[in-house]
């Protein structure tokens, strides 16, 4: 018992902590967003960097998807004679789920792990100290303008990932599948149009949420690890892997839930 | 001024301060060496609220220094200054950007106020070049001095440093230690410092202590320090002279 005991408490109490950490760092951003408008220099910055810089590989990224989409669903739905229904399915599969889900891994993968990089060695270099001895709020300085960049260009992003995998996956029908491009549009476009919300089709405003929440949590946990980073460099690299890894645990539980929430 | 009374402080097993007792008034200057890993700079983290003691109490200008009420804590280091060991600077704000920012952050003085203390302070470190540079583009010794600025820039009323000489040759070290005795001059302030060099101790202490397994071996006057027959004293002040 007292094994066990000892393994859980030192497998989850770290865990734990660093998720306490993370909900703490969350909440007291969520405070300061009145600052917003103070800090909007910085805002454009991170959105510049986080966002804009991440746009290439997300958007070459969705295009391949789309393409995968097209080819594997393509000769499936051949077998059934519903090619022509290929359009619908990579619509679906790329706004409900490829398209917010691996935006997201990407931003993880490029974004929180810049974010844990940058404060982590902000933190062992005493950069971070300085501030708080200067009086200067931490969260409102360094978190909270990366926190809202990648929630406001996450969707964003998102949203052009969708397009090009769109895209990609309709070249992919007209020169693999012998479909009309007009006939797949046509058909991609069908599957989003269940306005149920503001007017917005469901499938186009669940992956909307979903992209806003993931972008918040990686930002959140790539924020809250770079707080954590201690003892030099190789603490900043401990901090940087826990960074993408934490976040792209978050992602996929995050979207199995807000899945469910939004579906059932 | 400041008041350190029975302060105990322990990582794990570790006591760093055992009972540590000291006073510095104002316009004084307390200068505090020691051996590497004794917890000189656990002091200073006192001193400016970054550390809680585990017993006694820390005095800073006649205030008990509380890290639990934010507010309290704010206000009271808005009158210290801290120069850090490497400078600390802001690595994507240029050299004007580093020292506007606590004035930037803390203050409602409009940009003009801001720009003229700004360059009066780099002008007391010598700086006034240097404005756009990034910390990356500058030597460490400028650094340190950028550092100095930024932590004059509010006009504190006591200012701590850690290890101002870590890391510069002797020329540039020289020349911080008889900048920092320039500002003690001209502009009054209380200091608190903590070093491995004798010759900043002798140029900036009105006070020196040596301080070993949490507590000061010694402290008065430099001479009297320099000159004690206290035999660990004689032993470290000598390996530091060498």
């Excluded at chain 1, 739905?77 to 359009?87: F, N, P, S, T």
């Excluded at chain 2, 017993?55 to 639990?68: F, P, R, S």
């Amino acid at each position: 018992m007292n094994f066990i005991s000892r393994t859980g408490a030192t497998l989850l109490a770290p865990a734990i902590e660093n998720a306490g950490f993370a909900m703490g760092v969350a909440g007291r951003t969520l405070a300061r967003l009145h600052h917003l408008p103070k800090r909007r220099r910085l805002l454009f910055d991170q959105m510049h960097l986080g966002g804009i810089k991440s746009a290439p590989v997300v958007l070459f990224v969705s295009f391949f998807i789309g393409m995968i989409l097209s080819l594997q669903l393509g000769f499936e739905l051949a077998r059934y004679g519903q090619q022509e229904a290929v359009g619908l399915a990579v619509a679906v599969s790329m706004v409900r789920e490829m398209g917010p889900v691996m935006t997201a891994v990407i931003l993880a993968a490029s974004v929180a792990s810049a974010m844990a990089a940058e404060i982590g060695t902000m933190r062992v270099q005493e950069e971070v100290t300085a501030l708080e001895v200067m009086s200067v709020d931490v969260t409102s300085y360094l978190v909270l303008p990366r926190i809202m960049a990648l929630t406001l260009m996450a969707p964003i992003l998102t949203i052009l990932a969708n397009i090009i995998g769109i895209v990609g996956g309709g070249i992919i029908a007209y020169t693999q599948l012998g479909l009309d491009f007009d006939g797949y549009v046509r058909n991609a476009l069908s599957a989003l149009s269940d306005r149920s919300f503001a007017g917005l089709p469901r499938s186009v405003y669940s992956g909307l949420i979903k992209a806003t929440i993931f972008g918040f949590a990686i930002a959140v946990v790539g924020c809250a690890s770079g707080l954590r980073a201690r003892h030099g460099a190789s603490g900043v690299g401990e901090s940087t892997r826990s960074a993408v890894r934490n976040s792209i645990i978050l992602i996929i539980v995050l979207n199995f839930f807000l899945g469910k929430i939004v579906y059932t | 001024m400041i008041r350190m009374n029975d302060v105990h402080k322990a990582f794990g097993s570790q006591k760093v301060l055992q009972g540590l007792n000291f006073e510095v008034d104002e316009g004084q200057s307390l200068v505090i060496m020691g051996p590497s890993g004794s917890g000189k700079s656990v002091i200073l983290k006192h001193l400016i609220g970054l550390l809680e003691p585990d017993q006694g109490k820390v005095e800073v200008l006649g205030q008990t220094v509380n890290i639990h009420n934010r507010e309290a804590l704010q206000r009271l280091r808005m009158d210290m200054g801290y120069l850090f060991q490497h400078s600390a600077l802001i690595n994507w704000l240029s050299v004007y950007d580093n020292v506007a920012l606590p004035l930037r952050e803390t203050t409602a003085q409009s940009e003009q106020e801001i720009r003229a203390q700004v360059e009066k302070v780099l002008g007391l470190v010598q700086m006034e070049e240097a404005h756009e540079k990034l910390p990356s583009e500058i030597s460490g010794g400028m650094q340190k001095r950028v550092g100095l600025a930024r932590a004059l820039v509010t006009e504190p009323k006591i200012i701590l440093y850690d290890e101002p000489e870590a890391g510069l040759d002797p020329e540039m070290s020289a020349s911080i230690s008889k900048m920092m005795r320039r500002l003690k001059e001209e502009l009054g302030m209380t200091s608190v410092t903590v070093t491995h060099s004798v010759n900043c101790a002798v140029t900036v202490a009105d006070t020196l202590a040596v301080f070993e397994h949490g507590q000061f071996l010694i402290a008065g006057p430099p001479t009297d320090v320099l000159n004690s027959d206290h035999p660990r004293v004689k032993t470290f002040l000598g390996a530091a002279l060498d």
